[in-house]
């Protein structure tokens, strides 16, 4: 069984510029959620992706957006980075049909600058 | 809004000794509960859960206690070692309403633990 991948580890982008985070959820998972999470603070949520479509968002501008396939990866775009953009990435993927899951990826580790 | 939190930010402990990390919650539609560790430059690993029809669990060296009266959980580690020290969350969701997955999960802010052999 394999766990969830994210890629890149490690990115720096300018201010301004776009970024594409990308996932691939665990074996037998078909959700994938996205969390922020600031150096110090626990991970905030960002949206959640069921069957190709957004299923819940936090409270982030629409700048940030997202994609799941259908081999249920998933993709974490963000738009006009700003410098507090700078945060861990984490992935987490999930199955829709119940129990616990929420299994975690590594995370990207994006600085702008 | 809703939040989790935690009582503690840093809980230092020896090796061997018995460490008990607290969360306070205050969404009372939560009825799913994990604990989480985080190692530097890693993502959250899943230590144990427990849902709202339980008060306790327990797992290899981890117990995790719920007081949904006083909106409280608790996560014990028996016989601590230098391994166990990483940052702990609690973190809670509520199942969906067709009561057939969950949703966004909440984290608290963390508790730093330390373990000195």
């Known amino acids: 069984e394999t766990g969830v991948t994210q890629s890149p580890t490690h990115l720096i982008k300018t201010r301004g510029q776009q970024v594409t985070l990308r996932c691939s959820s665990q074996?037998?998972?078909?959700?994938v959620s996205w969390y922020q999470q600031a150096l110090g603070q626990g991970p905030q949520f960002i949206f959640q992706?069921?069957?190709?479509?957004?299923?819940g968002r936090g409270n982030f501008p629409p700048r940030f957006s997202g994609l799941q396939f259908p081999n249920y990866s998933s993709e974490l775009n963000v738009n006009a980075l700003e410098l507090d953009d700078s945060a861990l990435y984490l992935c987490?993927?999930?199955?829709?049909?119940?129990?616990?899951?929420?299994?975690f990826g590594s995370g990207t580790r994006l600085t702008v600058v | 809004g809703e939040s989790v939190g935690l009582h503690l930010p840093t809980l230092s402990v020896q090796e061997g000794d018995n460490s008990i990390i607290n969360c306070a919650y205050s969404?009372?539609?939560?009825?799913?509960f994990i604990w989480y560790k985080q190692e530097s430059g890693k993502g959250p690993q899943f230590i144990i859960d427990?849902?709202?029809?339980?008060d306790k669990r327990q797992g290899q060296r981890v117990t995790v206690l719920l007081n949904k009266t006083v909106k409280h959980l608790s996560l014990q580690i028996a016989a601590t070692q230098p391994g166990d020290s990483a940052v702990y969350f609690c973190?809670?969701?509520?199942?969906?309403?067709?009561?057939?997955?969950?949703?966004?999960?909440?984290f608290g802010q963390g508790t730093i633990l330390t373990v000195h052999p």
């Open positions: 987490a993927s999930s199955s829709w049909t119940g129990n616990y899951g929420y299994t």
């Open positions: 074996s037998g998972h078909n959700t």
């Open positions: 992706y069921y069957r190709e479509e957004e299923n």
């Open positions: 969404n009372s539609a939560s009825d799913y």
């Open positions: 427990i849902r709202s029809n339980m």
């Open positions: 973190a809670e969701t509520a199942l969906n309403a067709g009561g057939t997955s969950y949703g966004k999960l909440t």
